[in-house]
């Protein structure tokens, strides 16, 4: 959810009920957009009914969030207010039998899952060059219209900068641009540092890991715990990450600064071109000690890892007409077998979510977001 080059959640948003604006036609989408606005609000608010720092003498909502984060640069009207540039995809997620094990979430059971999907960068400008995202992300719904649904929201990197939503509106705020230079003020992120080690050990991992050269080879995270519950009730702590059966191939430096600006996207479609793309879903298992709920710390390499499905996309369109544009990724939309932990990110992010969702929505409905409505040119 931290992104290293803008510090705000990925890309992701809430609905007001599984399944919710995915009406077919951009006039029909506007009609829904704008019928779902009241219900996304009450959601939101119904949301913040609860603690962990939101609210208190200094109340930290999720109005305030978002417009701390879109305080920090021009607004785009109808794209989400982080990870905006992104591609929609589809498939269908195939469960395996040791996923039916761990949980009871009928994904896992049965026969496989249509899936839509969305690929995108970090950063917040729905224009922003490929090469220069260090984060990349994969949101994801299993399930149809109608049907039961799960939405997973992961990103590239492997934990968070911090553990609470008032840890992160400080970091929001550290590395908004300073309007005289147009990029954040060194000593206020020199001091956020300094205040949380976590988020100098991701700085790290910002600077050293190797960046993919491809969204298909790029392994992408939950970072958050979730629960998965069995047949019988047993509960385990997990968290999962996509994990590429395309090899991994290097972007360096001198390849990123002569990659075009959308080149992720180009070279998806060339790989679809030439058969589906698969991820392992693997499921990492908490053993004892370790922080369930705590996304800045990394659990031990040592940790049982079980393959609990396999994801398969086969398809992707512009994200303006796409199926995807209109779907709040919320990481609360869970089934029965897939519970959330006590992470207090995890209710922060929905929280945005629904905000941002509501917000962009309400731009689409009343006409003023014509450029997140319509496919830019491909030269």
Request: some cysteine.
């Amino acid at each position: 959810m931290i992104d290293p080059q803008q510090a705000q959640p990925p890309g992701p948003e809430r609905p007001a009920r599984a399944g919710a604006g995915e009406a077919g036609g951009v006039p029909g989408r506007r009609i829904a957009a704008l019928a779902g606005i009241g219900a996304i609000a009450l959601a939101g608010a119904a949301a913040f009914a609860w603690t962990a720092g939101w609210i208190g003498p200094e109340r930290l909502t999720s109005q305030r969030f978002l417009d701390t984060m879109e305080a920090g640069g021009p607004g785009h009207p109808g794209f989400r207010r982080a990870h905006p540039k992104g591609v929609c995809v589809s498939g269908r997620f195939f469960g395996t039998a040791a996923g039916r094990a761990l949980s009871r979430a009928g994904a896992f059971a049965g026969p496989p899952v249509a899936v839509t999907g969305r690929l995108s960068i970090g950063g917040g400008d729905p224009l922003g060059d490929d090469a220069a995202a260090r984060v990349r992300s994969l949101a994801l719904q299993l399930g149809g219209r109608g049907e039961t649904q799960w939405r997973m929201a992961m990103n590239s990197f492997p934990f968070l900068a911090v553990a609470t939503p008032r840890e992160f509106h400080r970091q929001v705020v550290a590395n908004a641009p300073d309007p005289a230079t147009g990029k954040p003020d060194p000593a206020a992120v020199a001091a956020f540092l300094a205040a949380h080690p976590r988020a100098q050990a991701f700085q790290a991992w910002a600077k050293s890991a190797p960046w993919s050269d491809s969204w298909a080879n790029t392994q992408y995270n939950s970072v958050n715990a979730f629960y998965f519950i069995d047949a019988d009730g047993q509960r385990r702590a997990v968290r999962w990450s996509m994990r590429p059966q395309a090899p991994f191939a290097a972007l360096d430096a001198g390849a990123r600064a002569a990659a075009g600006p959308d080149f992720l996207v180009t070279d998806l479609e060339r790989r679809l071109a030439s058969g589906p793309l698969r991820w392992d879903m693997v499921a990492t298992l908490a053993g004892p000690g370790d922080a369930v709920d705590d996304p800045s710390r990394p659990w031990p390499e040592d940790r049982e890892e079980v393959v609990v499905g396999v994801l398969e996309l086969d398809a992707a369109t512009p994200q303006a007409t796409g199926a995807c544009r209109d779907i709040n990724f919320d990481p609360l939309v869970l089934p029965a077998g897939v519970a959330p932990s006590g992470d207090p990110i995890l209710s922060a992010r929905s929280s945005v979510y629904a905000r941002s969702f509501n917000r962009r929505q309400r731009e689409i409905a009343l006409g003023d977001a014509d450029q997140a409505t319509h496919p830019e040119p491909r030269p």
